[in-house]
């Protein structure tokens, strides 16, 4: 599994806000509630680039 996250790309809150377009309280929202899985470092989050792909197309409508 240590594997899988080496080759990934984590990103910040910011930078998931910015790549989403909503703001950071709701990026914030999505991990608390599970939606978002998210990896704690210090005191802050960081979200692999792959997790919010997967979210966006579980959420994706015609």
């Known amino acids: 599994m240590a594997q899988s996250f080496s080759n990934s790309r984590f990103l910040t809150v910011q930078e998931v806000a910015d790549l989403v377009r909503v703001s950071t309280m709701t990026v914030y929202r999505l991990i608390k509630a599970g939606d978002l899985p998210?990896?704690?470092v210090g005191r802050s989050?960081?979200?692999?680039?792959q997790d919010?792909?997967?979210?966006?197309?579980?959420?994706y409508t015609s």
């Open 38 to 40: 998210a990896v704690r």
């Open 45 to 49: 989050f960081r979200v692999r680039e």
């Open 52 to 59: 919010v792909d997967v979210y966006l197309a579980g959420r």
